[in-house]
């Protein structure tokens, strides 16, 4: 029981530190010029935005998942990977535009007869 309190306030620390790093590096680069590299604040935005998309992803009904590969850059979120009908792919697009923090969509998915 102790053990799981140590692990548990361990684990809130962690996530803590981590949250005042990602906000303390986002306000140091935001004036950074258009032409830079990404920031952290936006590498941080595009693993969220793409943990979100992974998560609506699975959740979906109509979209079988299971081959998708998801990756953001700037808020444009690219998929990849094998789908079995074209309404998989045709459903998985539209599912990502509906999450918050995607601008677009590049669907890179292809339709494979096998399963």
Same mark, same amino acid.
């Given at each position: =029981?102790? %053990?799981?309190?140590?692990?548990?306030?361990?684990?809130?620390?962690?996530? =803590?530190?981590?949250?005042? =790093?990602?906000?303390? *590096? +986002?306000? +140091?680069?935001?004036?950074? #010029?258009?032409?830079?590299?990404?920031? =952290?604040? *936006?590498?941080?935005?595009?693993?969220?935005? +793409?943990?979100?998309?992974? &998560?609506?992803?699975?959740?979906?009904?109509?979209?079988?998942?299971?081959?998708?590969? !998801?990756?953001? %850059?700037?808020?444009? !979120?690219?998929?990849?990977?094998?789908? #079995?009908? &074209?309404?998989? %792919?045709?459903?998985?697009? *539209? !599912?990502?535009?509906?999450?918050?923090? !995607?601008?677009?969509?590049?669907?890179?998915?292809?339709?494979?007869?096998?399963?």
């Amino acid at each position: =029981m102790k %053990r799981i309190l140590i692990l548990k306030t361990a684990a809130g620390a962690a996530c =803590m530190t981590f949250a005042l =790093m990602a906000g303390a *590096q +986002t306000t +140091t680069n935001s004036s950074a #010029p258009a032409g830079s590299s990404e920031s =952290m604040g *936006q590498h941080v935005d595009d693993a969220t935005i +793409t943990t979100k998309v992974k &998560a609506e992803l699975l959740g979906a009904k109509n979209v079988k998942s299971e081959h998708i590969h !998801v990756k953001t %850059r700037n808020g444009v !979120v690219s998929l990849t990977g094998t789908v #079995p009908s &074209a309404e998989d %792919r045709d459903n998985a697009k *539209q !599912v990502v535009e509906g999450v918050s923090g !995607v601008s677009s969509v590049k669907n890179h998915l292809k339709v494979s007869a096998a399963s």
